[in-house]
């Protein structure tokens, strides 16, 4: 079950902690759409310094919603850098093309993956819940079953 009044507190606590208020108008929204796949999702308006972070409420894939806010937060916190940086994909490599591919899936890799990390240092070091969510990795197949089926190189 879903504790949205002590989210919503872990939420003040970040965007204050992150330094997105008072520049930024933030606030917490809940999902309660079953069918939506998502642990956590951001909308923002730049040019009116305007955010809303969404937290799945019905079926939330991570255990521990404070990483979940962090880890949106820092996208916020970013996007400027991530605005840039497809903005220079966009206008150097034709829309489809193998190099506007690589580049475009390159980056949005890149940036999830520098997010998580950034998010997994601030919460262990400032987080009330410093446990790591391992909700997605229990999604994955196991290192045998990647390899099930595949022929023998000899």
């Known amino acids: ?13 970040w965007v204050k902690k992150l330094r997105l208020v008072p520049d930024w108008d933030i606030r917490l929204e809940w999902v309660e759409d079953s ?3 998502k642990t956590g999702d951001f909308k923002v308006d730049c040019s009116d310094k ?4 969404l937290l799945n409420a019905v079926n939330p894939k ?3 919603l404070e990483e979940v806010l962090v880890h949106e937060l820092l996208h916020l916190k970013l996007y400027p850098l991530d605005q840039v940086t497809e903005s220079l994909i966009q206008s150097n490599f034709e829309e489809g093309s193998n ?9 949005f890799e890149t940036l999830e ?10 919460l262990l070091e400032f987080g009330e819940n410093r446990e ?20 023998n190189i000899e």
């Open 35 to 37: 069918t939506w796949r």
């Open 99 to 107: 190099g506007y591919n690589l580049a475009y899936y390159a980056f």
């Open 62 to 64: 991570q255990e521990n």
């Open 50 to 53: 305007k955010a809303i972070v």
């Open 1 to 13: 079950m879903v504790d949205r009044q002590n989210t919503q507190r872990l939420f003040e606590k």
């Open 132 to 151: 790591l969510s391992f909700g997605r990795c229990r999604l994955q197949k196991s290192f045998t079953q990647m390899y099930d089926g595949l022929k």
């Open 113 to 122: 993956q520098t997010v998580e990390e950034l998010a997994k240092c601030y």
